[in-house]
């Protein structure tokens, strides 16, 4: 009896455990309640019906008309089953959480008025497109046939005639509009006909206001959407494929039907073999070019394409809303709202809006507004809007808004604005913000250095920087301005010597280098070329010194320096003017002599340094 009882104790317990199962797995809608309500406004019916199944609606008070008066008994059946009763077939119903969302059913009425079978190739389809919620004429709203690539436009009451070829055995009508579902319909081809399309806006759940300051992030957004109590993050990216008409040479080219095809059918994209057109809007792919992406491209004159994954040829420009692969050559012009991998030529410019790699040619210029990996030649400008892996070569200047990591060569400037590992070449100016390879030009500047600066000016805004007092056995009073980094210095310099009948003017530049010793001392070698006046502009006097100084610190802002120096001094002066110096060096320092006019001692030097 004892064993027989534990037996249907646990048979008990097994049961209760199933059957708190299958109540906790039943979904809010298939749960069982009483109701009775008679001439209440919807509002509070389903206030009633939420208090009696312990649940919450989310709806939109647009969609529903909550001052409506209804009536409904129900007993003990499912809340599915009462909101159909009350609502109908024309809206859905999902449960998330403990809430059920209530919105318009995506119910697409699509009515035939007229039809007339016809034996010629194209037959013809007419009609409306209608707002579903309101009723209201929808214009500049798409229709397009996917297979046959035909398509037209609403006028400004929702008219729009499309033409289609009979040769096709079955026929789909796709009508897209910003801001409404696209919707898609089955017609019978070989007829001429009538129809009037309803569309829905779109729908969405309720959605926290996006703020721009705290969730925008470069090219994709970060939304939060709440459905009851539950609040969702999700990262949008903006994939805008209307960027191309927007730029400078875009926008004239492009009529205003392309750019509103370009709205309504953002996410439609079909591929094909070829295409050839006249200009963007005659084309072998008619109204709808612009969503095609094509394995070869020929544009007689130009052509507005959705990309090309193989080679486009243009006669005068190519304009390609997606990517780009692998060859596109085109007369003046090439705008890519995506990427480019492969070779690119333009006979003016190139323009990608996204990321490039590999070679790209344009005669004036070429803009990438992202990375760029390969090689960069261009007659005028290179500019890329974030880092370079590679080589940039331009007559005039070079700009790359991240880092490069490869090579910048200009006739006037090279610009790297964060980080420079590689080599700048240029006639003018280079600039780097970090410097980690080697800049060659006239003036060369960077925030911080780790590499070398050579040129006549270099500047380091977070490196070496002396002003220099001096004397030597020549020039009894220099000054110099030292600036660069410890590895290499540039010396411009100037000094004169001042003692009666012993004039000297001059003028030089110099590199150096600094070793540290420790805190206090430090060894600091530096070369020196200087032209001396003695009286006459007619002849050449270049001085050339290697100086060896040792330097002591004073402080932070103070330092002396002093050391042997080797002179090579080159003159082809033969008369002396009065109150100048006749002999280089004065008398007392042995002399011996190098080269044809060039003779070498062994001299000194000494002086103060600031900051």
Same mark, same amino acid.
């Given at each position: 009896? *004892?064993?027989?009882? +534990? ?22 809608? =298939? @749960? ?32 529903? &008309? ?20 009350? %609502? ?5 119903? *999902? ?22 079978? #016809?034996?010629? /190739? ?38 729009? &005639? ?21 919707? #898609? ?15 829905? !806006? ?9 703020? !721009? ?8 957004? &970060? ?15 903006? #994939?805008?494929?209307? @960027? ?14 392309? /750019? ?6 953002? @996410? ?34 130009? $052509? ?6 193989? %080679?486009?040829? $243009? ?50 210029? +070429? ?33 790359? &808004?991240?880092?490069?990591? $490869? ?60 002003? =220099? ?33 012993? /004039?000297?003017? =001059? ?21 020196? =070329? ?8 007619? %002849? ?22 002093? $050391? ?16 100048? @110096? ?9 002399? %011996? ?19």
């Amino acid at each position: 009896m *004892k064993q027989l009882l +534990n037996y249907r104790q646990w048979l008990l317990l097994v049961g209760t455990f199933l059957c708190a199962t299958t109540l906790m797995a039943q979904g809010i809608l =298939s @749960k069982n309640i009483t109701v009775n309500v008679s001439r209440q406004r919807l509002d509070n019916a389903l206030e009633i019906l939420s208090n009696k199944g312990s649940f919450y609606f989310s709806y939109n008070s647009n969609v529903i &008309k909550r001052d409506s008066l209804v009536s409904i008994t129900a007993a003990n059946k499912p809340v599915r089953q009462v909101l159909y009763e009350l %609502f109908g077939n024309n809206y859905e119903f *999902k449960e998330s959480g403990n809430y059920i969302i209530i919105r318009r059913a995506p119910v697409n009425i699509t009515l035939v008025t007229n039809k007339a079978v #016809t034996e010629d /190739k194209f037959y013809t389809v007419t009609g409306y497109v209608l707002n579903d919620l309101t009723g209201e004429q929808i214009s500049d709203a798409s229709i397009y046939e996917k297979k046959l690539l035909a398509s037209a436009l609403t006028n400004d009451v929702g008219y729009f &005639k499309l033409k289609l070829k009979s040769k096709a055995k079955t026929a789909e009508l796709t009508v897209s509009k910003q801001f409404y579902q696209d919707t #898609t319909v089955v017609i019978e081809p070989r007829y001429n006909q009538q129809l009037t399309i309803t569309i829905l !806006p779109v729908q969405e759940g309720p959605v926290i206001t996006i703020s !721009p300051e705290d969730y925008f992030v470069p090219d994709s957004l &970060k939304v939060r959407v709440q459905t009851g109590p539950t609040i969702t993050e999700y990262t949008y990216i903006k #994939t805008d494929s209307s @960027k191309v008409e927007k730029t400078a040479f875009g926008k004239p080219l492009l009529s205003s039907r392309q /750019k509103i095809q370009t709205l309504n059918l953002r @996410k439609y994209f079909i591929e094909r073999p070829f295409q050839v057109s006249f200009t963007p809007g005659l084309s072998t792919h008619g109204k709808l070019s612009g969503q095609v992406i094509n394995n070869f491209s020929f544009n007689i004159l130009g $052509g507005y394409s959705g990309g090309v994954n193989g %080679f486009e040829l $243009g006669g005068l420009f190519n304009i390609d809303k997606k990517d780009v692969r692998y060859a596109q050559v085109g007369g003046v012009f090439n705008i890519v709202g995506g990427s480019v991998k492969g070779l690119q030529i333009g006979g003016v410019n190139n323009t990608v809006l996204h990321s490039a790699s590999g070679l790209q040619i344009g005669g004036v210029s +070429n803009i990438v507004s992202r990375g760029f990996t390969g090689f960069q030649l261009s007659g005028v400008y290179n500019h890329v809007g974030n880092s370079v892996t590679g080589f940039q070569l331009a007559g005039v200047g070079n700009f790359a &808004k991240e880092k490069v990591a $490869g090579a910048q060569v200009a006739g006037v400037v090279n610009i790297s604005a964060k980080e420079m590992d590689g080599v700048q070449i240029s006639g003018v100016f280079n600039y780097a913000k970090k410097l980690k390879g080697v800049q060659i030009g006239l003036i060369n500047i960077s925030d911080s250095s780790d590499g070398y600066s050579i040129g006549l000016i270099n500047i380091v805004l977070r490196g070496y920087h002396k002003l =220099s007092l001096s004397t030597n056995e020549v020039l009894n009073t220099n000054v110099a301005f030292k600036t660069g980094s410890t590895k290499l210095y540039s010396i411009l310099q100037a000094g004169m010597n001042v003692k009666d009948n012993e /004039k000297v003017y =001059s003028f030089g530049y110099g590199i150096g280098r600094e070793f540290s010793l420790g805190k206090t001392f430090s060894i600091n070698p530096e070369l020196s =070329s200087q032209y001396l006046y003695l009286g006459a502009w007619d %002849f050449v006097n270049i001085l050339n010194k290697a100086h060896l100084n040792l330097n002591v610190k004073l402080g932070k802002y103070v330092s002396l320096f002093g $050391g042997p120096s080797f002179a090579a001094y080159y003159t082809n002066q033969t008369t002396s003017f009065n109150g100048y @110096k006749n002999e280089v060096p004065p008398t007392g320092y042995k002399q %011996f002599h190098l080269y044809n006019k060039v003779n070498g001692w062994i001299g000194w030097n000494a002086g103060i340094n600031f900051f």
